[in-house]
């Protein structure tokens, strides 16, 4: 019996849909169709913007691998030993070690300070590399604003991060600041002439470049040749300060990581993935932006589902004298309402198969290619097809319950009554 109503009410919701009218038809699909865009992009672009800044991390700074010193020590303990035992492993490519310390860059000194002005100076982390190595692994010729990566003649030239000067940290009069109060130097291009002191040791160097990258931690350093650096600290090549290490395409990092520790190196250095190296932030991050996605995604399935609660409503109303006559000739109540949700899932189901074809064929391979472009990272869409499919039956299963509501009423209502339109 109940199969037999299921069938009469799917032959009756074809015939409202034969019927009814081709706009209103094409208007509730459009909206379940932005209703599922709202419920699973606008949730993947949020996910997708701490995900992205790992990325970003990873290509530009981390590599694969970030390799570090132990809690308790200064510098990566056997850095020689540490470096010399990446090969050993499949999956290894390449590796940058750099040294960090303290230092002041003093620009605009050739000139004398005006009444009240600040010298131009700046506290920054220099960083020593070998610069093929460091372009190798993060590829950071192909970041600059201007000029060019240090090449190993460049012993007395640096590279700086845009964040230190004022024409790109707008810490100028335009933004209200000034570079004394801002952190910023003024007037520095490629090829000006600065002043950097390390260890208590001053020299003039020229500016080679300047480094425009979306890692925080590239903005505010300089770069320069490994050897002048160590030469200035007067430190071995055995006291790095970080590894970043770059595998071959497909291998797993994590996998790769554990495996380095198991060789004891653990015992040397802190060896971590790009995630783990930048802390448990941007977790609680992506946590609170998958909440937020949820929170809005949840809202547009109300909204839908008011949408259809109000469509099927007015539907029924109209045809509430046909209903009389269905339930005058013997049409139960299950097959009436039956035809209802069957309008309601087909609207629904329409909606979602064009938003699954439009999010998979047309936005996330966009996205792939043309990544957002946030400040601080390249948003990427988060988008698994598990967790998709998921939102989509959630978004069915509340699409059904609000054409079966308004059917449900209009049904109960008197035989007589509803014939007559009362």
């Known amino acids: 019996m109940t199969l037999r109503s299921l069938r009469v009410g799917f032959f009756?919701?074809?015939?409202?849909?034969?019927?009814?009218?081709?706009?209103?038809?094409?208007?509730?699909?459009?909206?379940?169709?932005?209703?599922?865009?709202?419920?699973?992009?606008?949730?993947?672009?949020?996910?997708?913007l701490p995900v992205?800044?790992?990325?970003?991390?990873?290509?530009?700074?981390?590599?694969?691998?970030?390799?570090?010193?132990?809690?308790?020590?200064?510098?990566?303990?056997?850095?020689?030993?540490?470096?010399?035992?990446?090969?050993?492993?499949?999956g290894f490519k390449a590796y940058t070690g750099r040294y960090l310390t303290a230092a002041t860059v003093h620009a605009n000194f050739q000139e004398l300070p005006k009444t009240g002005h600040l010298a131009d100076t700046v506290t920054v982390t220099a960083v020593g590399v070998v610069p093929e190595d460091e372009d190798t692994v993060t590829n950071i010729s192909g970041l600059m604003a201007e000029g060019r990566f240090l090449t190993d003649t460049d012993l007395k030239g640096v590279v700086m991060g845009d964040q230190l000067l004022e024409q790109y940290a707008g810490g100028g009069p335009e933004s209200g600041g000034t570079p004394e109060t801002s952190g910023t130097l003024e007037n520095v291009h490629p090829?000006?002439?600065?002043?950097?002191?390390?260890?208590?040791?001053?020299?003039?160097?020229?500016?080679?470049?300047?480094?425009?990258?979306?890692?925080?931690?590239?903005?505010?350093?300089?770069?320069?040749?490994?050897?002048?650096?160590?030469?200035?600290?007067?430190?071995s090549e055995d006291k790095k300060d970080e590894i970043a290490v770059r595998l071959?395409?497909?291998?797993?990092?994590?996998?790769?990581?554990?495996?380095?520790?198991?060789l004891g190196m653990v015992n040397y250095a802190t060896i971590q993935v790009p995630g783990e190296a930048q802390g448990h932030f941007l977790d609680e991050v992506t946590q609170t932006f998958s909440?937020?996605?949820?929170?809005?995604?949840?809202?547009?399935?109300?909204?839908?589902?008011?949408?259809?609660?109000?469509?099927?409503?007015?539907?029924?109303?109209?045809?509430?004298?046909?209903?009389?006559?269905?339930?005058?000739?013997?049409?139960?109540?299950?097959?009436?309402?039956?035809?209802?949700?069957?309008?309601?899932?087909f609207y629904a189901t329409v909606g979602i198969c064009l938003g699954i074809l439009l999010l998979y064929f047309v936005i996330a391979p966009y996205i792939a290619v043309h990544p957002i472009d946030f400040p601080f990272s390249d948003g990427v869409l988060v988008a698994p097809l598990?967790?998709?499919?998921?939102?989509?039956l959630v978004l069915i299963v509340t699409t059904l319950f609000a054409g079966y509501l308004p059917a449900r009423m209009i049904v109960q209502k008197n035989t007589i009554n509803a014939i007559l339109g009362r």
């Open 386 to 392: 598990f967790d998709t499919l998921i939102r989509s």
């Open 291 to 345: 909440l937020l996605g949820d929170g809005v995604g949840f809202v547009g399935v109300v909204v839908a589902a008011i949408t259809v609660f109000i469509m099927i409503f007015v539907i029924a109303l109209n045809r509430q004298k046909e209903i009389g006559i269905l339930k005058g000739i013997g049409i139960n109540r299950l097959a009436i309402q039956s035809s209802y949700v069957f309008l309601a899932l």
């Open 248 to 262: 071959k395409d497909g291998v797993d990092n994590v996998a790769w990581r554990d495996a380095f520790k198991n």
């Open 191 to 235: 090829g000006t002439k600065v002043r950097i002191t390390i260890n208590g040791i001053t020299g003039e160097y020229t500016v080679v470049g300047v480094l425009d990258g979306k890692v925080g931690e590239n903005a505010r350093r300089i770069f320069m040749h490994e050897q002048q650096l160590r030469s200035i600290l007067n430190r």
């Open 12 to 48: 009756l919701a074809l015939r409202y849909l034969k019927r009814s009218s081709l706009w209103t038809s094409l208007l509730v699909m459009v909206i379940m169709l932005l209703t599922f865009l709202n419920v699973v992009v606008v949730r993947g672009v949020l996910v997708g």
């Open 52 to 90: 992205g800044a790992t990325a970003t991390y990873a290509r530009e700074y981390a590599g694969d691998i970030l390799i570090t010193a132990l809690p308790d020590q200064r510098h990566i303990d056997r850095s020689v030993l540490v470096a010399n035992t990446l090969s050993s492993l499949s």
